[in-house]
């Protein structure tokens, strides 16, 4: 007799209350393993794939690509039991999750718990809605996994395409229904998108980027990271006292460094940057000031000082600004800041950064420079006291020894909240980062 159970949505970082599905890996009739990577879905923090947490067949799908589902509510529902012999119980969700999965991969998913609600579909154009969904029949046992095919909606298919890839689209006006995906399983890749745009044939002639030809305007729902970012900085903006103070400093000796580092046996196979300098010099000033470290805990009307270094660096992705954290910045080297911003940049990048991974932090930098920017007024993270935006590194005229001669000069904005800082600490903390940044050798008295 066939047994049926459903995978409600959990939480999957700290106190997520929604996620939008973005493609599923299976489909009705299909077998599934426990802890096989079935769906993947965008949080307000990153898109992140979920394990099944018990095996069976696959019998329904409760919520489709584009659709918004709350925590708890089921999203599929897998009959254990397809044989009809009372198979030994595979556990659910307790016991499964935080086992290996194919490839190394672990499971960390957390919080179960049921929460009443219903999944909320995007309206599409020119769609209907949709009839009540059929009773459920058990369907027959299939050998394997079938590949994943894109499933019909109405006015098409939703394709199978990682979301860097579908922002891409949108921005070269490709249609991604009109392509034949050349990655595994039909996957659309970059590759394919530009070549489309590049073929011209391809470019959508579709209205699927809310671009109303009557107005010229385009409308694009606020949901995900970019939700989450302009609520946390409206909250941030308007909770903590912001003063932001700036310093220009002639880094030229850090930069002469970073040459010389280049051919150190030791530092061959890692790339060190300008921001892993001022990541090294901001953990070092830290022990100075400690409160650019603290956070204000408005409940308990305390300040809390932390003895340890989250370091937060914001990274533009095509997902939107997110901030991945690397714990602990305190206690490494240069070189593992180095190996640790690295290997970060990257999975940020490739939108593959953790829930788990942005939260906690205690300090941010954030590298402006990299888009050739000077300066700014950067907004503190939510939790946190300060942050320092690190400017573009110039050749401009400087004077030494009396003299006007070419330096590379850089500019550093450090924003703090004056409940926790004060004029005379955020300071202080910001003449020694400069210091740091003009003559790493200072590094030693300190």
Request: net charge negative; charged share 20%.
């Amino acid at each position: 007799m066939p047994q049926f159970k459903q995978f409600p949505l959990p939480d999957t970082g700290e106190g997520l209350t929604e996620a939008e599905i973005l493609t599923w890996h299976v489909k009705p009739g299909d077998t599934v393993t426990v802890n096989q990577i079935i769906v993947e879905i965008e949080t307000a923090k990153a898109a992140v794939e979920l394990p099944c947490p018990f095996a069976g067949v696959v019998t329904e799908l409760h919520a489709q690509p584009g659709d918004t589902v709350e925590v708890g509510v089921p999203i599929i529902t897998v009959d254990v039991d397809p044989g009809g012999a009372a198979a030994p119980e595979s556990g659910g969700s307790d016991g499964k999750i935080g086992e290996e999965m194919p490839g190394g991969r672990i499971a960390t998913l957390v919080g179960y718990g049921p929460r009443t609600g219903t999944a909320k579909r995007r309206q599409r154009k020119g769609s209907t809605p949709a009839a009540a969904p059929a009773a459920v029949v058990a369907p027959e046992p299939v050998a394997a996994p079938e590949p994943v095919a894109p499933e019909p909606v109405a006015g098409g298919y939703v394709p199978l395409a990682k979301p860097p890839v579908r922002k891409l689209a949108k921005e070269l006006g490709v249609d991604l229904r009109a392509l034949n995906g050349s990655g595994r399983d039909g996957v659309i890749t970059r590759e394919d998108v530009e070549a489309a745009a590049r073929n011209g044939s391809d470019v959508s002639t579709v209205d699927i980027s809310g671009y109303d030809p009557a107005t010229r305007e385009r409308r694009v729902a606020v949901r995900g990271v970019r939700k989450a970012t302009a609520q946390a900085m409206v909250d941030s903006a308007f909770t903590a006292p912001h003063v932001t103070e700036f310093l220009t400093v002639d880094v030229t000796p850090m930069m002469e460094l970073r040459a010389k580092l280049k051919n150190h046996p030791e530092f061959r196979d890692v790339k060190i940057t300008p921001l892993a300098f001022a990541a090294r010099a901001v953990c070092l000033a830290v022990k100075r000031t400690p409160d650019v470290n603290a956070s204000w805990d408005a409940a308990a009307n305390e300040i809390v000082y932390k003895s340890y270094v989250h370091l937060g660096i914001a990274a533009a992705t095509p997902r939107g600004l997110v901030v991945p954290k690397v714990r602990d910045a305190d206690a490494m080297s240069l070189r593992e800041l180095g190996l640790a911003l690295e290997q970060l940049t990257a999975t940020a990048r490739d939108g593959k950064t953790a829930p788990s991974d942005m939260v906690g932090g205690t300090f941010t930098i954030t590298n402006i420079g990299v888009f050739g920017i000077d300066t700014g007024t950067p907004i503190i993270n939510p939790g946190e006291s300060a942050i320092l935006a690190l400017g573009a590194i110039r050749d401009m005229p400087w004077v030494v020894d009396g003299q006007v001669v070419p330096r590379k000069v850089c500019q550093l904005a450090l924003s703090f909240d004056h409940r926790v800082v004060d004029g005379q600490q955020g300071s202080r903390f910001l003449a020694d980062v400069g210091a740091l940044l003009a003559d790493p050798a200072m590094a030693i008295t300190f």
